[in-house]
């Protein structure tokens, strides 16, 4: 019995140093959000900090500072929300992990941000609500305030509710509600808020229908013909010809407002010049890279992952260039406005107040961004390189597309529709397809299996339109409260 007993003591002690060990893994698992929580407060205080620096002394100071740590507050939610529309289908599709979809995506809307964001916009007293109602700079400074305020805590309810929203949208319904309460409802320009309302079933239903033509486009030249890798030799270089000169006009129309107004036939032209290089230039390469291939799906897979990667990181630089400077627009009124004495109509974003914008981004996406995109890139339907390529594909060219009609779209709308798109899009080809339909022999599948084996999940399609429907709503009421209630401590 003394001899068994050393070893019944290690035997305990290893089940004791496991029980340990699993506690402290516990304890990384539950501490984990709280690191990245305390990280978001660091870089929200170091903005406020940063901003009464360049500020300075005076009678705006704290108003300035406390804008600056909610415009932080701001692109962090908009960082860890609104950019998982990009890099979503990437790794949904594998063809980026999840770290390398945030390198790209937070080097790229810096990037985008900081090089091409557009660095003069109308406030949006001028859009939303009549600059006349909000003729006291104090009123106006409360109601920027609120709107930034609301449309962060609600872009960030939404991100922790698993919904994809317009950041866009949010900081419109933030002014809304803020510029009702500051001056009622005739000081709001309805025809706008009308087209912005006409967005919600335009920007979803343009990416998703353009998203399923061009997945169609695809089966019918590439995968479903008999020699897969000759009909790619072909086509591929043709897409990605399309896909660079999509960009290529889309950047062109909101990226060189710095340097040049560009006009959309020019754009075009723009466009096409480059995407007819790229497809000349993409053709040895595709022929390089599929020879050898197998005349199988998995090889046209593998074909497309490189384009696909090199849309997500176009479309993120886009992103930066273009929605970036209407996340800031209520901090840069504030900044006009506590420095001048002046809402206007007209103002410029100074350098800081972008660079705030383009970090702010990035810290949102690697610490809170993961969520977000796992549920846009996998959750929604499935994803291969082929479906994904034509979700990047559809956001460039459905928001050309709209701006050549002149209709208001979102960008999230877009990309998130395409996404439903291709998933509804499969959903149909495979009902056309089914057995027993095609070929009465077949056996047939009852109609309870038929509705199992759906290809979109029905909960997040419910709860992302649901999103959509109510963000202006719920930013402008959230808004109205936290004017009322700045009004009524600062009046």
């Not at 020019?266 to 497809?279: D, H, R």
Request: charged share 10%; hydrophobic share 55%.
């Amino acid at each position: 019995m003394s001899q068994n007993k050393p070893s019944s003591d290690w035997h305990t002690l290893d089940k004791d140093l496991g029980r340990i060990g699993q506690l402290e893994y516990a304890a990384q698992r539950v501490s984990r959000p709280l690191v990245g929580v305390g990280v978001a407060l660091a870089f929200v205080l170091v903005t406020g900090f940063v901003a009464a620096l360049v500020i300075g002394t005076g009678p705006a100071q704290l108003t300035v500072v406390a804008a600056a740590v909610l415009g932080a507050y701001m692109a962090l939610n908009i960082g860890a929300n609104d950019v998982a529309n990009n890099m979503g289908p990437a790794v949904g599709a594998r063809a980026l992990s999840m770290t390398g979809a945030i390198i790209i995506a937070a080097v790229c809307e810096s990037a985008g941000a900081l090089l091409a964001g557009g660095d003069v916009v109308s406030t949006i007293s001028k859009d939303i609500v009549s600059p006349e109602s909000i003729a006291d700079t104090q009123v106006f400074i409360w109601a920027m305030m609120a709107a930034l305020l609301s449309s962060a805590l609600w872009v960030n309810l939404a991100t922790w509710l698993g919904a994809p929203v317009s950041t866009t949208h949010a900081v419109v319904g933030g002014v809304l509600g803020a510029g009702i309460a500051a001056a009622g409802f005739g000081a709001v320009n309805w025809a706008t808020m009308s087209a912005i309302a006409a967005s919600w079933v335009i920007s979803p239903f343009l990416g998703g229908v353009i998203a399923a033509a061009i997945l169609a486009f695809i089966k019918a030249k590439v995968i479903y013909r008999d020699d897969k890798i000759a009909a790619a030799q072909v086509w591929v270089p043709v897409l990605i010809g399309l896909m660079v000169g999509t960009f290529a006009t889309y950047l062109a129309m909101k990226g060189l407002r710095r340097v040049v107004s560009v006009s959309l036939e020019v754009s075009l032209l723009i466009g096409a010049g480059l995407g007819l290089l790229s497809w000349l230039a993409s053709i040895p390469l595709v022929r390089r890279q599929s020879r050898g291939m197998e005349n199988r799906n998995k090889s046209l897979k593998a074909l497309f992952s490189v384009p696909l990667v090199f849309s997500a990181a176009l479309l993120s630089f886009a992103h930066g260039a273009n929605d970036v400077a209407n996340a800031v627009g209520p901090l840069a009124a504030i900044v006009h406005a506590g420095s001048v004495g002046d809402s206007g109509t007209v103002v410029a974003i100074p350098h800081w107040v972008m660079v705030i914008g383009a970090f702010g981004i990035s810290f949102g996406l690697i610490l809170f961004g993961p969520r977000l995109i796992k549920v846009v890139g996998s959750q929604i339907t499935k994803l291969n390189p082929m479906r994904a390529y034509c979700v990047a594909l559809s956001a460039a060219v459905t928001v050309i597309l709209a701006s050549w009609l002149g209709l208001p779209v979102s960008s999230t709308h877009i990309a998130v529709g395409a996404v439903f798109g291709v998933g509804f899009y499969r959903e149909w080809y495979m009902e056309r397809r089914r057995p027993g339909r095609t070929n009465p022999d077949e056996v047939r599948v009852a109609r309870e299996e038929r509705r199992r084996r759906k290809l979109v999940r029905r909960s997040h399609f419910l709860t992302i339109v649901a999103a959509w429907v109510i963000t202006v709503p719920a930013a402008a009421t959230m808004s109205a409260v936290v004017f009322l209630a700045l009004s009524s401590v600062f009046g």
